[in-house]
């Protein structure tokens, strides 16, 4: 179990970085021909970045346009947050101050996790609409998602598991030093739905995060009159004429 989790979890770290890296690369070579903000847009490089900041941490524009899709991805991506920070953990020697800091946390953060979770999954199952554009895909990532959150939620709250070896083996495999990982069922089956995650993470709908960033609609100002918008390859073909 030890020999195939320190495999497997770095063949999938490999695999997370190397494809994250990889979609990054194509959003930001993506050509951007069109100046098409979203309006009431700023006018302002300052006011683009306070807006991708409210966007990415409020999801300002799903509030104004849904409010209890709004609520239950809102409580899953903040109790994520917490989880993932305190998850640093198991990878620090030391604890940080961040870590310690949300410590208190971390049962609540769990269940809010798996409620925002169960309610977004129960929207997509219950709601015609959102049914009727509902793939697959869609109710997989939610259940891969929730295996996550309830195994870790169960070994949390029910069957505890040996977390200063879990943390020496994640440690270890830092240091490329392999230390016994507990022959625990219920964690084999977290860990294993984890490195599952990172695999098709970066080629999945999940990869909204920084696709934001790199969004017309949301990274451009609202200065079409003042300003002409020209990308790159357009100045290229234009300085050639």
Known sequence: MTIFFAILFSVSTLVFAAGLAMKIAQYARTPAPLKIPTTPAPLTKGGVALRLGREALLFESLFRGNKPLWLFAFVFHLGLAVVLIRHARYFETQVGPLVALVQPLAQPAGLAMVAGLALLLVRRLVVERVRYVTG?????????????????????????????????????????????????????????LVCL???????????????????????????????????PWAARLEEKG
């Open 197 to 231: 995650l990172m695999i098709i993470f970066p080629f999945s709908k999940l990869l909204h995060a920084p696709g934001l960033f790199f969004s017309p609609t949301r990274n451009q100002t609202d200065n079409p009159r003042e300003v002409r918008h020209l990308a």
């Open 136 to 192: 697959p895909s869609d109710i997989l990532m939610l259940v891969l998602l929730l295996g996550i959150g309830v195994s870790g939620m169960l070994m949390k709250c029910v069957v505890h598991t040996d977390i200063v070896a879990v943390k020496a083996f994640f440690t270890g495999l830092m240091g490329f030093e392999l230390r016994p990982l507990p022959a625990d069922p219920l964690l084999g089956l977290h860990l294993l």
